[in-house]
């Protein structure tokens, strides 16, 4: 069974090329990791690094549900805004990131990204637009 959890894994940081300072969550089966994703959190926002497959499990598309389970995380962390520039943007919009936005007042990233997600209610109704 495909289970996907946070790990601090330094082989999984390595294999993958994310930042040691990071927080990161793998999709593995029977303790093969498949793919992996990462985030920075950065005060009142969050940086998604990437996320990545091992090349013989690209086909089964897990990208998304790594996607999804980085971000609760974050929800349930308290974080509100998430940016990213490494994502295709397939996966972006699937995962309803926003290429044309205007920030609010209370989220200040330290430069400008190609994507960006409000959390508020992305779990629930009422997601911010």
Do not use: W
């Amino acid at each position: 069974m495909i289970e996907i959890l946070k790990t601090q894994d330094a082989s999984v940081y390595e294999l993958f090329g994310f930042p040691s300072s990071s927080v990161a969550m793998a999709a593995s089966d029977s303790g093969e990791v498949l793919g992996a994703g990462a985030v920075s959190i950065n005060g009142g926002y969050a940086v998604l690094e990437g996320i990545a497959m091992k090349e013989e499990y690209k086909m089964f598309n897990m990208e998304f549900g790594i996607g999804k389970a980085l971000l609760n995380m974050l929800d349930l962390g308290g974080v509100r805004y998430v940016c990213a520039d490494s994502l295709d943007e397939r996966l972006a919009t699937s995962l309803r990131f926003k290429a044309d936005y205007e920030l609010p007042e209370d989220c200040k990233p330290d430069k400008n990204y190609k994507y960006f997600l409000c959390l508020d209610g992305y779990f629930t109704s009422g997601h911010c637009e």
